[in-house]
């Protein structure tokens, strides 16, 4: 069964400073893997997809990497705004489309 | 406007009532899934389904049931609730081939 771990589980960081969430998975056989943001009361928006075969994607200030070989990506948010503040959820897709979740990085980003 | 719609958002019942959540999209997507939100648990799948007439169980199917009928809906029923299905639920949907999952707002079910 595939477990995926992030870390931190909150972050705190002063507006304009980088950020960079974590995201490990214990299964390197997947379809893709996809990074959300969850605000309170809300659903889920997607925000990243990284193929299997894909190293890193970009969306604007969002960069999304993957290493399959060793289990993980890393969400990178350059140039961190207050409006950035939400739940950072990464979620691996199984080759039968069954998605994992992480447990989510919460992140407050200081005006 | 591309959307997943749940109804209803939220619910308070009372334990073995029959209930339903209702879930729309509106983007001709083939698969469609439900997911369950607890604290400390994470999203977790109940149960999705590739196309029309085909579904398939998640993680933590046990107390609840799907169907398939028509390509755009896909509701969730639990037909004999219990206070371990508090939760918030979610319903997701996607296109085939590599696409993103599209979720709904979430109904947050209270059962007493």
């Known amino acids: 069964k595939q477990e995926v771990t992030q870390i931190p589980a909150a972050l705190s960081v002063p507006e304009g400073e980088n950020l960079v969430l974590n995201c490990s998975f214990t299964?390197?056989?997947?379809?893709?893997l996809q990074w959300f943001r969850q605000d309170p009361g809300k659903g889920l928006t997607s925000l990243l997809l990284?193929?299997?075969?894909?190293r890193e994607q970009t969306s604007g200030r969002l960069n999304a990497s993957l290493d399959k070989s060793s289990g993980r990506s890393t969400l990178y948010i350059a140039a961190s705004q207050p409006g950035d503040s939400a739940t950072y959820l990464c979620?691996?897709?199984?080759?039968?489309?069954?998605?994992?979740f992480g447990a989510g990085t919460t992140v407050t980003v200081r005006a | 406007e591309a959307q997943v719609t749940q109804n209803p958002r939220y619910l308070i019942t009372v334990t073995g009532k029959k209930l339903t959540v209702t879930c729309s999209q509106n983007?001709?997507?083939?698969?469609m899934s439900w997911y369950r939100q607890d604290p400390g648990l994470g999203l977790r799948q109940i149960y999705y389904?590739?196309?029309?007439?085909?579904?398939d169980k998640g993680d933590v199917p046990e107390g609840y049931k799907v169907s398939r009928k028509e390509k755009r809906n896909f509701p969730l029923i639990l037909e004999s609730p219990s206070p371990n299905q508090t939760s918030l639920y979610f319903c997701?949907?996607?296109?085939?081939?590599?696409?993103?999952?599209?979720f709904g707002d979430g109904t947050r079910l209270s059962i007493l």
């Open positions: 997701a949907s996607a296109g085939t081939g590599v696409q993103p999952q599209h």
């Open positions: 389904s590739m196309n029309v007439e085909v579904t």
């Open positions: 983007m001709n997507h083939e698969y």
């Open positions: 979620a691996v897709n199984s080759n039968d489309y069954k998605l994992s």
């Open positions: 299964d390197s056989a997947i379809y893709n």
């Open positions: 990284i193929q299997s075969s894909q």
